[in-house]
């Protein structure tokens, strides 16, 4: 007579073990999976959006002050007291020396660069001036400051690079006038002059 052996529920046989090991190892790639998806977030990151950078700048370390002016074609102004106009924003007031030191951990740190950055951020249909201005002098020097107007969409095109002289405090030069059509084309570049501080 045969003993019939009862079977335990405790004891898995090897089918059901290798069963749960491969349920495991697609949880762990699926798991993996979703990481890999999931890049993390960038946090702070702002992308800009600009049609045409303009630059002003002069001499590292020379402590006197000179100022951006910029009219668009609806008659706006951009300049230290008035920073944002129509789609043109000032991103910094360089002052010279004036406002290029910090004090870190008792040190004295000095920025040599003396630059003013003009962003447009959009463009309407007709002509822009971009004007310097003398602003201040610290030593009575001259300055030369370096122009340029680089349009950035839909590749980096220089649309003007030159320098002006500035002979004294209050000089005011025309470093460059450009007309922009409904596309965004660029025509009309010429350094004819047209005031724009005496107008405020």
């Known amino acids: 007579m045969a003993v019939l052996r009862k079977r ?4 898995l046989d090897p089918f059901s073990d290798l069963l749960f090991n491969a349920l ?3 949880v762990m790639l699926f798991a993996v999976a979703l990481i890999a998806m999931n890049p993390k977030a960038k946090t702070g990151v702002i992308d800009a959006k600009a049609e045409f950078i303009v630059t002003v700048s002069w001499r590292d370390l020379d402590p006197n002050d000179v100022d951006t002016w910029i009219q668009d074609p609806g008659g706006n102004l951009v300049w230290f007291r008035a920073r944002e106009a129509g789609l043109m924003h000032l991103d910094r007031d360089d002052r010279g020396v004036a406002n290029d030191t910090i004090v870190v951990n008792g040190q004295k740190v000095v920025n040599p660069l003396n630059q003013e950055v003009v962003t447009i ?3 309407a ?3 822009y001036t971009v004007n310097v201005h ?4 610290k030593d009575g020097r001259p300055v030369d400051v370096n122009v340029s ?4 969409n839909p590749r980096a095109e220089v649309v003007y690079y030159g320098t002006v002289a500035l002979a004294r405090k209050g000089d005011e030069a025309t470093a460059v006038r450009f007309s922009v059509d409904r596309d ?3 025509t009309g570049v010429n350094t004819l002059p047209k005031t724009l501080v005496e107008r405020q």
Do not use: I, N
């Not at 335990?8 to 004891?11: A, G, I, L, T, Y």
């Not at 003398?134 to 002098?137: K, V």
């Not at 107007?149 to 950035?152: Q, T």
């Open 125 to 127: 249909p007709g002509e």
């Open 134 to 137: 003398y602003y201040d002098t």
């Open 8 to 11: 335990r529920f405790d004891e």
């Open 184 to 186: 965004g084309l660029v």
């Open 24 to 26: 495991l190892a697609f």
């Open 149 to 152: 107007v680089v349009k950035v």
């Open 121 to 123: 951020r959009g463009f």
